[in-house]
């Protein structure tokens, strides 16, 4: 190999470190995020290129096949998912992130010690920290894919519910814990030659995979948003351990980079519902509260869509509020063409979004940028709070937990201390729901037993179609 | 003289704390651009899977490199491609006002 390559991978990887790191802080400002996506895209290129030149004249085939495969899929869904299943996608995502990162290590182990049949334990023939650090890549790659695989399945609808045996969870938790370290430590240190190194490297990422579909299993959909942020963390965690297992510091920094951001994901969303990440995971809404208290409801007043376009019409200013419901429903662009109308009758439009509403971090910001909203519109919670006591209306689309009063009212509440969007301050709350249904929490609304609360039932892009319509015929 | 390890120790904690300075302040629109770009660069890990995938024959490592080669690169090219189709929504929109 020439010696100019000798110099020129070095200096070519700190560029890639510091591209990415330009990138990322580029895609904190909304100006300059496109960009900033870019600068790491091409910082990713090139640290492909300078591993590549890297590595001289090898076999081909084997990384040509898995480029075109990989490329191919990520392309095709890339472009072809809808903006209501990013967060299924999102998940996805995350787990190939983590499992390409446990297979890496798993190859180093069979590419070092296995093939070429060394004798003596991974941490004698590696050296004990990369050997070390190879389990937990290994461990943290597989929880992480195994997790997102789950968390995908319970997105997509395709897994519902908890099963019972999980009831003991935080027990199942710290037993299957324990035994993922004793084994990576088995794996690093005990395991003598190659046969046992094998069995014991399947072992820990059997264990790895089960803990990844215990953990994630019993949590709830109105927590993924934190599971998501946090396996995006773990993603990045299991390169950085890669990178510790190659001695390569792009790696090494890209991986802590993407774990700094996940955390930080995951503390946001912690912190918009009021619980510690270990309350998330060990934790139900409503565990350790005596009782939720009762879910009837009396006063209850159903309105007609003409009776809520009657009132839309007269108001001077409406705040909308969407929740997961529209997602569901699809009824962005519903939404959209509804505001527009209010809009174009002279009515002052924004919307209101919690943190935590929908299933990942900004869910609904990117429904509605699809829709074409105006993310000058698109207000935060600290923002929009104090607008509520002087709005006329608020058009809540399949939102609950998030605008229940009980989260500052009600001490004994299990969603006491939340913030929320103080929608009931408003002169009229117009509530789009499906049902009296409970939300995520399982506690009761009384927002729906407000005087000036009007209950629209029905599917959210249903209800908007009404609306809409009646919107039309009361101008016409 | 520090080892490997050290430095690579040095190396991840400052990294870290690179990472919380440069996104503590995360406005809520971009998260999940955020989020879908970070995850594309934690496709790191495809250079690790390159040099695992070196070898000719069909041997176990080689068929785990290219495997972990083709999951590393869902997540680059799909993850960079759909937080830019992403973005592109949140500017089309202001050039459409």
Avoid at chain 1, 297 to 319: C, G, H, K, P, T
Wanted: aromatic share 6%; with cysteine.
């Amino acid at each position: 190999m020439s010696a100019w390559i000798e110099h020129a991978v070095p200096v070519l990887y700190l560029l890639s470190a510091v591209l990415f790191i330009i990138g990322l802080k580029g895609l904190t400002k909304v100006r300059s995020a496109r960009r900033g996506n870019m600068i790491a895209a091409i910082a990713m290129l090139i640290a492909v290129i300078a591993t590549l030149l890297d590595l001289g004249l090898i076999d081909y085939r084997w990384i040509l096949a898995g480029m075109i495969v990989g490329g191919g899929i990520g392309t095709v869904a890339a472009l072809k998912v809808e903006m209501t299943a990013m967060p299924e996608m999102v998940a996805l995502f995350n787990g190939s992130g983590g499992g390409a990162s446990a297979l890496v290590a798993s190859a180093i182990i069979w590419l070092e010690i296995i093939e070429p049949a060394h004798s003596g334990s991974a941490a004698s023939v590696l050296g004990g920290s990369n050997a070390l650090t190879a389990f937990l890549s290994i461990l943290i790659g597989s929880v992480t894919l195994s997790g997102s695989v789950v968390a995908f399945l319970k997105l997509s609808g395709r897994l519902r519910g908890r099963p019972g045996w999980l009831k003991a969870r935080n027990m199942i938790n710290s037993v299957v814990m324990i035994a993922a370290i004793a084994i990576g430590l088995y794996q690093t240190y005990g395991a003598g030659d190659p046969a046992a190194i094998v069995t014991w490297t399947l072992a820990l990422t059997g264990v790895g995979l089960f803990l990844g579909i215990i953990l994630v299993l019993p949590i709830g959909g109105a927590d993924m948003p934190v599971v998501i942020s946090l396996l995006n963390s773990l993603s990045g965690v299991a390169a950085a351990a890669t990178g510790f297992v190659l001695d390569n510091n792009v790696l090494i920094i890209a991986g802590a980079l993407v774990g700094a951001s996940g955390l930080i994901l995951t503390q946001i969303m912690c912190k918009a519902m009021n619980r510690t990440l270990g309350h998330v995971l060990f934790a139900d809404f409503g565990d350790d509260a005596p009782s939720v208290g009762d879910t009837e409801y009396s006063n209850v007043r159903s309105f007609s869509a003409e009776e809520a376009a009657m009132v839309l019409e007269d108001a001077a200013s409406v705040i909308i509020v969407p929740g997961y419901g529209l997602a569901v429903a699809q009824a962005q662009h519903m939404v959209r063409e509804m505001a527009d109308l209010l809009a174009a009758r002279g009515a002052k439009i924004a919307y209101g979004v919690h943190p935590v509403a929908g299933r990942m971090p900004g869910h609904m910001n990117v429904l509605l940028a699809e829709a074409d909203v105006p993310y000058e519109q698109l207000q935060e919670m600290d923002r929009i709070n104090p607008e509520f006591k002087t709005t006329d209306v608020v058009l809540v689309v399949g939102a609950n937990d998030v605008v229940n009063p009980a989260a500052e009212t009600q001490p004994s509440s299990p969603i006491y201390g939340m913030p929320i969007l103080r929608v009931a301050e408003a002169r009229t709350v117009i509530m789009l729901k499906r049902s009296l249904s409970p939300g995520y929490a399982g506690v009761k609304n009384e927002l729906f037993e407000h005087d000036n609360t009007m209950m629209l039932f029905g599917d959210a892009k249903q209800s908007l179609q009404d609306l809409v319509k009646e919107l039309r015929e009361l101008t016409a | 003289m520090m080892g490997a390890v050290l430095v690579g120790m040095y190396v991840f904690v400052l990294a870290v704390f690179v990472g919380f300075e440069i996104i503590a302040k995360i406005p809520p629109t971009l998260h999940t651009p955020l989020m879908s770009g970070a995850n594309a660069v934690s496709g790191i890990t495809l250079v690790g899977a390159l040099i695992a995938a070196q070898s000719a024959d069909p041997r176990v490592s080689s068929i785990l490199g290219a495997t972990a080669i083709a999951l590393a690169t869902i997540n680059v090219v799909g993850g960079f491609l759909v937080t830019d189709r992403m973005l592109g929504m949140f500017r089309r929109r202001k050039d459409k006002r």
